[in-house]
């Protein structure tokens, strides 16, 4: 028993590690296509949001953290990040082709990509349903994978509707007024040195 353990706890650790890595390796993606990490951090917001479900969904059926689990937990990071890709991908190019207000944009993302994100989880959700029931030979195994993308879909993707889009409102404010406070320092003191050297002349 000790030996099983032990390795049982290895490999979640390994598993643990690739999930780390695999959340890791999408933010450096998304920041070399879109040249920024406001909106990488924003789109990853995703991913908790889909962990609350998992946990949910362990704690309804009484399933236990396993490789499956954690497997399923790397599929939702590629699943449910290429929702919140729909809903800020749709609010910059709205806001640059319009020259819309900021809220506007976001509001007409959320009325425009509802229909595709939802389409896109109900798809997964179907195809996963019949592993999650353990239906068929050997279904058992990886029920628990199956569990923990639906769990995950159905939580982010109602989350994700609501928290992305304020979190892009919240994130670009703030970014706007941190470039705002940096630029104009540097504004206040390019003004200072030419007033003083207009005063020495």
Known sequence: FGGEEEAIAESNQQMLLVVTLAIFLVFVVLSVQYESLLDPLVILLAIPLALVGVMVALWITDSTLSAPVYLGMIMLAGIVVNNAILLVEFIEHYRHEKDVPLEEAVVEAGAVRMRPILMTTVTSIMGSLPLALGLGAGGELMRPLAIAVVGGLICSTLLTLFVVPCAYVLVQRGGA?????????????????????????
Do not use: W
Not at 189 to 194: K, N, P, W
């Open 177 to 201: 007024r941190v470039k705002d406070f940096l630029v104009g320092g540097r504004r206040t003191g390019a003004i200072t040195g030419e007033s003083v050297e207009g005063a020495g002349d």
